[in-house]
């Protein structure tokens, strides 16, 4: 077991946000000045859920709580001028060490713009400095925890805060309790007479990691990014195989362009059903990713690349459609907005690539009489000089 020495636990801190030394924008604040602010203080417990089901600092509310909101009321504040700097609350996020809460305290400064931020020491200084832990208000996600009668500093009134009161409107009693989760075990330095929980070693390191990605937004990311890649990418594996199928002319699904080409019937000049996606000639040739066949010879535009105009192409169809989208889904869908658009996002590429491959098909069998085959259609004149 780790040492259980207040001089321990400050050591520890001061080792874990050595890291924010040089953000002076919001420094550490000790606990005890912090106990002792006479400015409104927003507590946010920057922890994981199983973390704040074990005990929280009395008065804290949890991160996802204070996101939802409190912070879109002081960004408001903030870009409209309506409050002074005194009547702004310190916003103080904390974790076990003040690792995590230094990270959100970066993310609140530098992307939100919030001026006034200081990093708290962390639950387990609190169990030396601090005057007791509460359980959370009950509930599925714990959102904020009770204060504790008599204190001097007090959380201010916060826009949508869980009623501290039973059904009946009897006050709801915080349960004090001597129990504190310090993440892993080598932070096992909480005061003594405090019962310590923590992950275990691989279970910490997922978490942190989850934590990580969550907190760089790369679930975001990945979800506006996705439809794109997945619209592009069956562009390039499947564009060509598409025309093989099509048109009855061999080509086939490969992992590179040469290895699809090769199969088709361009290949072998007696092949009575021809691609055009191989043999395309002209303008027309742009429709079929063959830039460099529709303008062979041509200053400037033949070093365009193939498959730039169908890219153009796409990204004019696919970008209004999925910004609208967005606006749909995030006002009216029930499900999880980021999941919700991004599958929806995928269905409508797969139907554009679909919906382009046959309209372009069409066209290229209607207008030339090299392409008498599609889809099981077979013009009658051909197929007779054929036989």
Known sequence: ????SRDAALAAVARYTAAFADDREFSLIPT????????????????EQEE???????????QAFFEEAVLPKLCAQKRGG????????LVVPYCTVGYRSGLYCRDLVRVHGLRHVRNGEGVIMWTFDGDGLVRPFP????????????????????????????AAGDEVQPEVVQEVHVYGKRWDMAAEGYETQYFTA??????????????????????????????????????????????DCGCQFADTKWSQFKTCNVRNRKALHKCPWCTCEGIGCIFVASDMNAFFDKPIVDALPNGFFVTVFTVMALYPTFKLVDRTITNTSELPGAMMSTMVKLLLGTLWFFSYCLVVGLVFFNSHSDYPYFIGFVREATAAAGS
């Open 202 to 247: 691989g279970g910490g390191a997922s978490r942190f990691l989850v934590g990580e990605l969550r907190r760089r937004r790369l679930p975001d990311r990945v979800a506006r990014a996705a439809p794109w890649m997945w619209a592009f990418a069956m562009l390039y594996f499947f564009f060509v195989p598409a025309c093989g199928i099509m048109f």
């Open 32 to 47: 005890s000045e912090l106990r002792a602010q006479s400015r409104p203080v927003v507590l946010v417990d920057c922890r």
């Open 139 to 166: 509930g599925d996600v714990p959102r904020r925890a009770p204060t504790l009668s008599g204190r001097a500093r007090q959380a201010p009134p916060l826009p949508g805060a869980v009623a501290e009161h039973g």
């Open 52 to 62: 704040q089901r074990t005990s929280m600092i009395p008065g804290a509310i949890t």
């Open 1 to 4: 077991m780790t040492e259980r």
């Open 82 to 89: 309506s409050a002074s700097d005194d009547e702004e609350p």
